[in-house]
């Protein structure tokens, strides 16, 4: 059963320095990989999707997956404070998979002035 | 073009209670997921429907929760009896229907039981 943890659980940075979100999954055959960010009391948005090893950059996004270490980084440069959000990473096995996309529990990040 | 709609925004509800969350889809939308979400758990799969098909269940969900599409605009999600562990934010998402497609997510249904 995959499973999906990210790390830290909580992150502060000073608006406008770079922050980086950990996610590791379990299940090498993952295929398709997705960050979200949820503001409190919203819904989830996705940010960035990437389904191949490398880099995918969306504005100020960029994910990083290496499928051989079993991680999907979240970068964001020059975060502002509307950036405090909570924010997810959901893996999938689209391939020969069960349709199931699991999430982490999540990285809450705080931007301050 | 819509996104995908919930209601109410908040419940609260008696222990014993049924409660019924609503949920529409994005137009066009063949795949339909609701999610649990705790702070403890995380985001929880609670159903997925494809066409208006039960897909999955969700396991350990089955006993008190019944999720139904009757038609491919609007689906339901019933809880019945509540207890104060159903607590919890219940977030509806649609997506196309290919399974690389992204998630479209409803703001939640915050649901409080006393």
């Known amino acids: 059963q995959q499973k999906v943890q990210q790390s830290p659980e909580s992150l502060t940075v000073s608006e406008g320095a770079m922050a980086s979100l950990n996610c590791t999954f379990s299940d090498r055959s993952s295929d398709n990989f997705r960050w979200y960010r949820q503001h409190s009391g919203k819904g989830l948005e996705v940010l960035v999707s990437?389904?191949?090893?490398g880099e995918k950059e969306e504005g100020s996004f960029t994910a990083h997956l290496n499928r051989a270490s079993l991680h999907v980084f979240l970068h964001i440069r020059e975060p502002q404070p509307s950036d405090s959000a909570l924010y997810l990473c959901a893996v999938n096995r689209a391939t020969g998979g069960n349709n199931k996309l699991t999430f982490g529990q999540g990285t809450v990040l705080s931007v301050i002035p | 073009d819509a996104g995908v709609t919930q209601t109410p925004r908040h419940e609260v509800a008696e222990k014993g209670q049924t409660i019924i969350l609503k949920c529409e889809p994005v137009s066009g939308h063949n795949d339909l997921f609701w999610y649990r979400q705790t702070k403890i758990q995380g985001l929880e799969l609670l159903s997925y429907?494809?066409?208006?098909?039960?897909?999955?269940d969700g396991g350990a969900f089955k006993d008190r929760f019944k999720a139904e599409m009757l038609n491919s605009s609007f689906s339901t999600l019933k809880i019945q009896p509540t207890e104060p562990k159903d607590s919890a934010v219940y977030l509806c998402?649609?997506?196309?229907?290919?399974?690389?497609?992204?998630?479209?997510f409803g703001e939640g249904s915050k649901l409080t039981v006393l």
């Open positions: 990437i389904f191949s090893d």
């Open positions: 429907f494809r066409s208006k098909s039960l897909m999955e």
């Open positions: 998402a649609s997506r196309l229907g290919e399974v690389t497609g992204q998630l479209y």
